[in-house]
Nanobody, 128 residues
């Protein structure tokens, strides 16, 4: 499967953005999907994940209550709605996919090693 993130841009603190991750090459209906981000000079870090079936979502503490991930399997797309953006949210945002159909414990969804496929990212810059 190929993944393409879009929707990034330059916004001010407090603004909102919605990122999209469009998949091609396979249906993501039974893929776990996730968002990670990487700021300059920092490690790539977990942001959010959604299990296949869309019944469960997971978030990093730093975005809990501000970001929401969702999926539209009919469009083969995953979304990340980002509200109340902060300058520390500035990063390149990547989407990722895991082809397994089994469910993991919560912690597994935040590990980069869980995911088999990665897309090129989209830049989000939040000015203060």
């Amino acid at each position: 499967v190929q993944l393409q993130a879009s929707g990034g841009g330059l916004v001010q603190a407090g603004d909102s953005l919605r990122l999209s991750c469009a998949a091609s090459g396979d249906s993501i209906n039974t893929y776990h999907m996730a968002w990670f981000r990487q700021a300059p000079g920092k490690e790539r870090e977990f942001v959010a994940a959604i299990r296949w079936g869309g019944t469960s979502t997971y978030y990093a503490d730093s975005v809990q209550g501000r970001f929401t991930t969702s999926r539209d399997n009919a469009k083969n797309t995953v979304y990340l709605q980002m509200n109340s953006l902060k300058p520390e949210d500035t990063a390149v945002y990547h989407c990722a996919a895991d082809a397994t159909t089994r469910f993991y414990g919560r912690s597994a969804y935040s590990r980069k090693s869980t995911y088999d496929y990665w897309g090129q990212g989209t830049q989000v810059t939040v000015s203060s």
